[in-house]
C-alpha cells in the first residue's frame, strides 16, 4: 500500500503516519522513486499502537511494548503492559482526586456567591464580592492547567504528539456535541498556536471535566483554564497539523 492507501485503510491521516515512521513506530519501504510502501502488518500495527495510545501511553513506552509485541509472546505483552497501566491509573486517580476537589472548591464559591446580599451600593473590600473563606481579597486568579502529564518536563509534549484522535463513530459525535454546548456562546480570540474562550465561570468543572477527558484521545491539544472572577478564560492550543481539528472542535476567533 502507498501511505495514502494505508491512511484510507487504518482511518490515521497521512500526517501521522509520517510523524509515526520517524518516531520509529511504523517501518516503511521504499520504491526506487523514494515512495513509501506499507504491507497488511502495518494496519495491525496502527490498531495496536492506537490502543496503546487510547490508555494513555506515551509513544516511547508504545516503541518498548512494540518490540515485545513483535518478538514475544503474548504473555510476555501481558507482563510488559500490566506495570504501565497501573502507573497510568494511579496518575489518573490522583488527576480525578485533584478535579474532584477543584470541583468542590467551585460548589462552596456558587454558595458563598450566593449567600451575599443584593446590594445597591458599589462593591467594596467590605463586600466580599467572589471571594471565599479560602481565598482571601487581593489574591490573584485561579490558574489550572490540564497538560499530558503531570511533570513540568512534559508541560509542552502536546507539540510533538501526533495529530491524532482514538474517538471513532459515535463517540467521536458524542464529544464534539458535548463540546459545542459547552462553549456556546463563548468570546473567541486568537492566541499564539490556538484559541481562547471566555464563558461564564458556571461551566469550568464541566469544561475542566470534557478537557481531562479530550487529553486521554487527543493528546496533541493543550488545554489552559484560567479563571478570573465571574469569567473562564479556555486557550486550547494544537500543533500546526492540528489546527484545522482545532477550529472543527471549537470553532474560529472572530
Not at 462552596?108 to 467590605?126: K, N, Y
Not at 481562547?196 to 487529553?215: F, H, K, N, S
Request: glycine fraction near 8%; proline fraction near 7%.
Amino acid at each position: 500500500m502507498r501511505i495514502s492507501q494505508l491512511a484510507e485503510r487504518s482511518g490515521v491521516p497521512a500526517t501521522t503516519l509520517r510523524f509515526y515512521e520517524g518516531a520509529g513506530l511504523l517501518p516503511a519501504d521504499r520504491t526506487p522513486a523514494g515512495y513509501r510502501l506499507y504491507g497488511e502488518a502495518a494496519v495491525e500495527r496502527l490498531a495496536f499502537i492506537g490502543a496503546a495510545k487510547h490508555l494513555g501511553l506515551p509513544l516511547e513506552e508504545i516503541g518498548e511494548l512494540l518490540g515485545v509485541w513483535e518478538t514475544g509472546a503474548c504473555r510476555d505483552v501481558k507482563a510488559d503492559l500490566r506495570p504501565r497501566l497501573a502507573a497510568r491509573l494511579t496518575e489518573a486517580d490522583a488527576r480525578a482526586a485533584e478535579l474532584a476537589a477543584f470541583t468542590a472548591s467551585l460548589h462552596t464559591a456558587l454558595e458563598h456567591l450566593d449567600a451575599l446580599p443584593d446590594r445597591a451600593s458599589p462593591c467594596d473590600p467590605e463586600c466580599g464580592f467572589l471571594t471565599t473563606p479560602t481565598q482571601a481579597v487581593g489574591t490573584q486568579p485561579v490558574d489550572v492547567t490540564l497538560a499530558t502529564s503531570r511533570q513540568a518536563a512534559e508541560a509542552e509534549a502536546w507539540r510533538t504528539a501526533p495529530v491524532a484522535c482514538s474517538l471513532t463513530g459515535d463517540g467521536l459525535h458524542e464529544r464534539t456535541a458535548q463540546w459545542r454546548e459547552a462553549v456556546a456562546g463563548a468570546e473567541r480570540t486568537p492566541v499564539p498556536d490556538g484559541l481562547r474562550l471566555t464563558l461564564p465561570v458556571d461551566r469550568t468543572a464541566r469544561v475542566a471535566e470534557l478537557a481531562a477527558a479530550e487529553q486521554q484521545c487527543c493528546p496533541f491539544f493543550d488545554f489552559r483554564l484560567h479563571l478570573d472572577g465571574p469569567c473562564l478564560h479556555l486557550e486550547v492550543r494544537a500543533p500546526a497539523d492540528g489546527t484545522q481539528l482545532l477550529a472543527d472542535l471549537f470553532g474560529r476567533a472572530a
